[in-house]
């Protein structure tokens, strides 16, 4: 199918997408368990058997990425090579292992006019997901909507459309193998903008909208979008260095924090140091900063103690660098670490290190991010790390779902209430 | 002050708010429940002991009202009788009587390499809800928030809008005489649109709006806010009675679920009638809806034994009527039955009336809606009637909250992780 259309074709296709993922998601919500899994082992399958037509899709989309002059660094998350091909299905078996999210009983009621009032968990409906690049975003997501019960319609990127048509198809004809209709994976067969303002209108048929890219996109969503959105903004993450705390261990953290994966959204960006603790602390995390690359932007205070430090500005407390740049600031408890982090932050993952009890009471109950941190690195905060097998995303949302996203937060409830003739009085 | 203003003064003014707010929901969030009861009871005394000024105000509100000419039932809504007014104290009590919704431990973990991960409910922060018409619920919205230690800022109807300033005026001094930030509970001083518009794009202040009023103003709310919506389109409940039932008692739940409160939303509006127990059914049937006035519009099979019945369209199907006006269609099974449900239902309360488990099952498996009744009344879809106290509304929607709203849905979660110097490796 070509990349661009007529505005009424493409408003008709959608809406007959739109219609059919309805249709999936009926039928999805009553799966068994054991049938989910055998589907999603038949699309890990699928993607396996046709590891050689997906590099052949791949190489045209890398192809067209490199006459655009796309930065290599781009270019290596667009590429699949058979290792990557054989990682998607072995993720898809992982989530087929894992507990099924629907029909867990969240609570019972019995009201003393004997109604009986179970609330369970159910598949959202329909799911939209909006994503940039990395192609095996369409097979991971595909795989935990439907483990959750959910269709979902996926819109990628550009750069990708040749890798993603190819996988959405193999995941899509897998589930009708397995007796479900057409409809349960779809992916938007356009990639302008056109497509995405019309699939933002459709709540009639999308239960959900899960935008994942840059801050640009998610804005736009959140603007256009008439049904709901779980988003994940940016991750400006810090760690307070208390005024009494195990320095060595607290240098090993943030180096961690700072270094281990820079560009991920739980990676440190600010670095807030209790003046008391500086003479201390500040000797051995220069040095390790320095043995590790990482450009250090201080306030004027911290300059005075690493006069090599760049002067940070406003900006750099908002900023979030994804690379081994960090900003450090001197505070003078506490409360002042709170105050900086709930102004500049973005609620995502914060953290403390402290010998001192009530300081990390204080910090966790008034840090409002969706994760805090005594004495362990912010890079933490993930699906996996937490335990709930496959990740959908981070949530910087408060609504539905905070902080890292598994099959679980893909559910909704509902009430069934078991009655005798009760009659409201 | 003045219900216009210059857009400068507005927006400034908005601004303002927002920030307020978000200072007030700071404290809010880390206080401790007796203190909130304790606010709580100072807000219902200050109601008590003001009820004077509110009267004054409330006839300032009834004189134009019966200059505008609104109709009787909307002046009675709009009308502050001394017992109103203690019933709005009273309910201020009754929240204050519930658990705390803030500070529940959701679940711990620890992971195998010792972090100790607990799950915790914590306020949403700010939530701006605009609504219509009835002033108590400027007073019961206010109570609810503060209870899940949430500032609100309220946008009330301009048939309200003396009474909802002294009352959000009593509610907020209140919170201040309790050593609480101005700013907990605050009202839109503006009754145009221009200021609706203004609030729908401060999600940097606002966590949560929640519209209740008529579906247009819903529909624009979900299509211009910026933050999350939680709303409640529109409550056309079912009931199907199935081919083996209780006669006696199905046509007991029938009438109540129509007649007893007609203008609720989870009032009956559709009934379905399996064609293999009309027979018995129909006659007892069509006499008590008789009996208590309510119209009939049938489908063509339905009629041929209600000759009387008024012939039903298909707008029919999709109408809630909030009147003592009931469509009735003939169906040939539990499954065309949930497909005529999924198809024409507002997804709110629907209900079957059945001896055969199997049909009850299916049915609960496969209707997509927030709360399912076997031999009960849809009326009872409330937050008292299910056990929550007081109650914000009824979600039609399927993130975070669905069905029965209380103070525990006005809360979020989130994550603390407790480490002994752990990084990731």
């Known amino acids: 199918m070509s990349t661009t259309a007529t505005p009424e074709l ?5 809406t007959e997408m739109g219609k059919k993922a309805k249709t999936a998601s009926r039928a999805l919500a009553v799966l068994p368990s054991d049938e989910k899994n055998r589907c999603l082992e038949m699309m890990a399958r699928g993607v396996e058997q046709a590891a050689e037509a997906i590099k052949a899709a791949n190489a045209e989309d890398l192809e067209k990425a490199k006459q655009a002059g796309l930065a290599p660094a781009m270019i290596d998350r667009l590429t699949l090579t058979d290792r990557r091909i054989q990682e998607m299905a072995d993720g898809l078996r992982v989530v087929a292992s894992q507990h099924d999210p629907v029909g867990r009983v969240l609570s019972t009621t ?3 006019n004997g109604l009986e009032i179970t609330k369970i968990s159910v598949p959202l409906g329909v799911i939209g997901i909006i994503y940039e690049s990395r192609p095996n975003v369409t097979v991971d997501a595909a795989g935990i909507c439907l483990k959750a019960g959910n269709a979902v319609i996926l819109r990628g990127g550009s750069e990708a459309f040749h890798s993603n048509l190819i996988l959405a198809g193999i995941m899509n004809r897998a589930a009708i193998g397995c007796g479900l209709p057409d409809g349960t994976v779809q ?3 356009w990639t302008d903008h056109a497509a995405v303002n019309l699939l933002l209108k459709m709540d009639q048929y999308l239960d959900l909208i899960i935008p994942r890219g840059g801050e640009r996109l998610i804005r736009l969503v959140c603007a256009e979008a008439t049904m709901p959105v779980l988003k994940h903004y940016k991750g400006v993450c810090h760690l307070y260095v208390d005024r009494e705390c195990d320095v060595e261990k607290a240098v090993e953290i943030v180096v961690n924090a700072k270094v ?8 440190l960006e600010t670095l807030l140091i209790d003046r008391k603790i500086a003479e201390r602390f500040v000797p051995p995390f220069v040095a ?3 043995e590790n690359g990482v450009e250090l932007r201080g306030d004027e205070e911290f ?3 690493d006069p090599e430090a760049v002067p940070a500005t406003e900006d750099d407390y908002y900023a979030e660098y994804l690379a081994l740049v960090l ?6 408890s506490v409360e002042e670490a709170v105050e ?4 500049y932050g973005s609620r995502h993952s914060d953290g403390i290190l402290s010998d001192i009890p009530a300081d990390i009471d204080y910090f966790f109950a008034n840090v409002d991010s969706s994760t805090l941190y005594a004495n362990a690195s912010t890079r933490f905060t993930d699906g996996g790390e937490f335990g709930m097998g496959a990740e959908i995303g981070i949530s910087t949302d408060k609504l539905h779902a905070r902080g890292p996203m598994g099959a679980d937060e893909l559910t909704s409830y509902k009430y069934l209430v078991r009655g005798s003739g009760q009659i409201r009085p």
């Open 187 to 189: 992916l938007v067969p």
């Open 327 to 332: 900003t450090v600031k001197m505070v003078g």
């Open 260 to 267: 281990q994966r820079p560009s991920a959204c739980n990676a």
């Open 340 to 343: 900086h982090i709930n102004q």
């Open 288 to 290: 390790a900063m320095k």
């Open 303 to 305: 300059r005075k103690l």
């Open 10 to 14: 493409m408003k008709s296709t959608l």
């Open 110 to 112: 019995v009201r003393p």
